[in-house]
């Protein structure tokens, strides 16, 4: 196999809203994330991605932006951001920048200009339609509940926005879209940033005609169906690929919702002429039903599902593409509260359980801020709790519509909701959990005083050390090359506890076995693997049990190397 950086890299993801405020404003900022790079190269990661940083009204927290090249005043001034950059490469750490170009914010200039007139220049950047029967030019819906589509006054006519109406869709089939942004895409990479996580990259080539689609029932169709994988979505990407990646040294990942493997194979294929590697969401989307308010609900994963879910995806994009691992974002619930335990007494053995099964697997780990420390879910208890406009929305659109009880879609929004992961950063015990001196902008959870950065790096079986050994396992050890380039097998697919896999190459054999439950499970080691020697890299329980038949205690997780 192909070795790379990107490859042997460990991602940590930064919301910079929510990472640490250096002025007291309530909003986490550039100087904040700099004064912070010391503890992130005692995590050991070796990259940071930065969620979007640019000049944004902030209607969708900086995921629609008015100027590309420019930083949001929240967060600071270019010239922080030189220092951020500067700071971050002597610390030996690289930056990732979130790339949102499926949509800008309604007050891009390029969108004031568009919608100005019919006929002006910028027009045809965006997507712009004549009315249907005097409504929509189609059923789509957006992501964030209502139609994908807005009238606007001055010209009569439906631009469409898959997301909030301050989010217009850029019109990618115009050369001069793709044109400006390869352009700006390169004024990035020429002020020495070290890649792009591509925000929706799979959604900016739209169905030929934008036709209906499957309503399943509600209101509107899922605007993802209309642009997903659409049909000139690989032609865009290897034209960015040779216009502006190719010059570069870069990590790429594209975000892909309704990503399928076989997209993923020409997404990030190894000969390159894509994007290195994808977020799927499959794995997330396990516990959603497939009804149009479907996310809603406070149902569980399922674990045998999970795996051969997850293994599906190892193994098939085996030497043919390249996959990125991943539990957490600024969009999902924290997993310690969705998949482990977040009860005292287990929230840390489940937080490092769930984290030794992932960062085994073969792909690049990405790690979303305070996952290494094992932060939970928020108790939301009501509405006005929320920032996320979608859980607003969410909550509106299916309340008012008479579909869902108002308290129990609660309970679920509360479960599930973004803001759970955009809760302030808890750096020590301290006023508002040492994030900022003044008033938070959403509220900081309660357990910080328990919880927190401060605690856990003075105390050496916490979770933010295991998070440490773990990315040093990847990155800097006689296993390292095991770890990032061995082949995968799932074992044992259907036990419903316990998720175990075997990592092969050059003759040594990886044993990852995990307890993905709250009771006991029994592990006995298939009969064709070498017991002869065996030794154990990690595990999240003292003791070093031998690997042969084992009872495993409740989220007990082992790693053995079988040489
Ligand atoms: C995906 C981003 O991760 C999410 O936070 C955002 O709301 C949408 N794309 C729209 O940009």
Redesign the pocket.
Known sequence: MKKAWWKESVIYQVYPRSFCDSNGDGIGDLKGITGKLDYLQELGVNVIWLSPVYRSPND?NG?DISDYQDIMEDFGTMADFDELLAQAHAHGLKIVMDL?V??TSDEHAWFVESRSSRDNPKRDYYIWREPRNGKEPNNWGS?FSGPAWEFDETTGMYYLHC?SKK?PDLNWENPEVRDQVFKMMTWWCDKGIDGFRM??ISMISKKEGLPDVETNGGLYGHCSLGTCNGPHVHEYLQEMRNRVLSRYDLLTVG?CAGVTIEEAKKYANSEGTELNMVFQFEHTDLDARLTPDGKWYKDKIDIVALKKLLSRWETELSEIAWNSLFWC???QPRIVSRLGDDSPRWRETSAKCIATCLHMMQGTPYVYQGEELGMTNYPFRSLSDFRDL?SINAYHEWVDAGVRQPEELLEAIAYKS?DNARTPFQWDDGPNAGFTTGTPWIAVNPNYTRINAKEQLARPDSVFHYYQKLIALRRQSVDSELIVYGDYALILPDDPQLFAYLRRLGGKTLLVVCNLSGEKASFRKPDDLPAASARQLISNYPGEPAPYSLVMEPWQANVWVLE
């Open positions: 969708d995921y949102v499926n949509h992501f997301f989010q925000d929706v975000e974002n600024h969009d979608e973004r």
